[in-house]
């Protein structure tokens, strides 16, 4: 089975700074990977997702994530976050093909400070 | 506005009663999923139905149960056998041509 490891369980970010949070999963095969976002109060959205091509991908708000195969990883970054980044992010990853379960990630909750 | 609607928003039970929370979507969707949010443990599956009529156990199923007659509709029951059901649950579908989860605005569960 697959797993999924978000190792910053909280960062707290001055506004204009920039924002790398990692993600890395485990499984053999092919995997499709997702970045949901859960603003407060809100339910979960999606912010981007990557399932084969280009592993730099874009998403929504300014957000990208790259995925690295040989790391296993699919870090989600953005240049210069605002204080309405702040809220839960959690990665997601699939076996390709599955239509099982998404494994998702413990989560990241980001505090952006005005 | 095509999306999925769960009901109650909180709720409220004493130990010992079942309680059932509705999860309708009007997507068209075949799949479905119910998960279990809890502070610092991100998104745990209880049941998910790939098909009317059928349904599998996730990975914390017990003191859970679950139908699916309808396509729109995945109704979840806390059981009394739950031995820890106070949380947040967020009911999904998924769409089958990019992969991608769509959730409700999730039901909070308090067993006083």
């Known amino acids: 089975a697959q797993s999924v490891s978000q190792h910053n369980h909280h960062v707290i970010l001055s506004e204009a700074a920039s924002l790398e949070l990692g993600c890395n999963y485990s499984?053999?095969?092919?995997?499709?990977l997702f970045w949901y976002v859960q603003y407060p109060g809100q339910h979960l959205q999606l912010l981007l997702k990557?399932?084969?091509?280009?592993?730099l991908v874009k998403g929504i708000k300014g957000f990208e994530a790259e995925f690295i195969k040989s790391k296993f990883s699919f870090n989600l970054r953005k240049p210069s976050v605002q204080w309405s980044d702040t809220a839960e992010y959690f990665c997601a990853v699939t076996p390709s093909g599955s239509a099982r379960q998404l494994t998702f990630g413990s989560g990241t909750q980001l505090t952006v400070l005005p | 506005d095509g999306g999925i609607t769960q009901s109650p928003k909180y709720l409220f039970r004493k130990e010992g009663q079942n309680v059932t929370l509705s999860c309708e979507q009007n997507l068209n969707h075949d799949a479905m999923y119910w998960y279990r949010q809890d502070p610092g443990q991100g998104l745990r599956l209880i049941y998910y139905s790939q098909i009317v009529n059928d349904f599998q156990k996730g990975d914390i199923a017990e003191g859970y149960s679950v139908s699916r007659e309808k396509k729109e509709s995945f109704p979840l029951t806390v059981t009394s056998a739950q031995k820890n059901p106070t949380a947040f649950y967020l009911c999904?579908?998924?769409?089958?041509?990019?992969?991608?989860?769509?959730f409700g605005e999730g039901s909070r569960l308090t067993v006083l």
């Open positions: 499984y053999g095969g092919t995997v499709n």
């Open positions: 990557y399932f084969s091509g280009d592993p």
């Open positions: 999904a579908s998924r769409s089958e041509g990019t992969g991608e989860l769509f």
